[in-house]
């Protein structure tokens, strides 16, 4: 008798708890920004650029975008087209080239412990071969209420691809909502 009522209060509060982790993940889950119940404070975003020639070499016609915003293939995809790049000649010296490519493999998406570059990796799980960030399901849906006057036919943006213009903090590697400002067009209210 005593046997099975601890084994029902057992029962019992396992699966409260299991309620509430559930609870939890699911609120994390939900919100999507930079902040995560579970992550440490230190893993929102993605990794700020850390890499001496990486920030030399890819930061003179746009930021120099963190290798946590793409996954390993299309870094692949990008670093083989560079004499052909996106209309520009990017093209570096093999050694060069050689050192930045492992820098981006080895910190891409699939591999963060960043929270935004996980939701990049699951956004792509079925295709990570694409060459561009904002071509990514994840960057699609984050951007789909933004009127092109804002951007393309922007002269003060252009394009995009030009994440810090409105991200006031991308190169830290934050995107929070409130840290977001429109050139000629000011602070972005949801
Ligand atoms: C000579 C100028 C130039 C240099 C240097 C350069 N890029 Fe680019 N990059 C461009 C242009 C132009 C685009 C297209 C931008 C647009 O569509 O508005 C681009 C786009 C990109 C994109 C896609 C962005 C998006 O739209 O999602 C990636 C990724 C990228 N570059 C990576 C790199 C890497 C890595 C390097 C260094 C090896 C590099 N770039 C160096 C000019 C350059
Ligand atoms: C023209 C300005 C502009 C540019 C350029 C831009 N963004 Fe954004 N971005 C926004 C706005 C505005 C939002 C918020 C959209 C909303 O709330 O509906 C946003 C949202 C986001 C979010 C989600 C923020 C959140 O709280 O969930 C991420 C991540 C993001 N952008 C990344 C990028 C990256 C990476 C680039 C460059 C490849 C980029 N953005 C370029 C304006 C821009």
New binding site residues.
């Given amino acids: 008798m005593k046997k099975s009522l601890i084994g029902t209060l057992l029962i019992t509060s396992t699966l409260a708890a299991l309620t509430t982790t559930l609870f939890f993940s699911e609120r994390a889950q939900s919100r999507d920004s930079d902040f995560s119940f579970f992550s440490k404070s230190s893993y929102r975003g993605v990794m700020p650029v850390k890499n001496a020639s990486?920030q030399e070499?890819?930061?003179?016609?746009?930021m120099?975008?963190s290798p946590g915003?793409?996954p390993s293939k299309?870094?692949q995809k990008?670093?083989n087209n560079?004499a052909d790049?996106?209309?520009?000649?990017?093209e570096?010296l093999p050694e060069t080239?050689q050192t930045?490519l492992n820098y981006?493999l080895t910190n891409s998406a699939e591999k963060s412990k960043y929270y935004r570059s996980k939701e990049i990796a699951r956004s792509l799980r079925n295709n990570n071969s694409i060459?561009?960030?904002?071509?990514s399901p994840y960057?699609i849906r984050k951007h789909d209420e933004i009127p092109k006057k804002f951007v393309i036919d922007n002269p003060k943006v252009?394009?995009?691809?030009?994440c810090n213009l409105c991200h006031t903090r991308a190169e830290q590697g934050s995107f929070n909502e409130d840290e977001i400002s429109i050139p000629g067009v000011g602070f972005w209210e949801d």
């Fill in positions: 990486y070499e890819c930061s003179s016609c746009h120099a975008y915003l793409l299309s870094w990008v670093m560079l790049h996106y209309g520009d000649n990017a570096l080239q930045i981006l060459d561009r960030i904002t071509l960057f252009g394009s995009f691809s030009q």
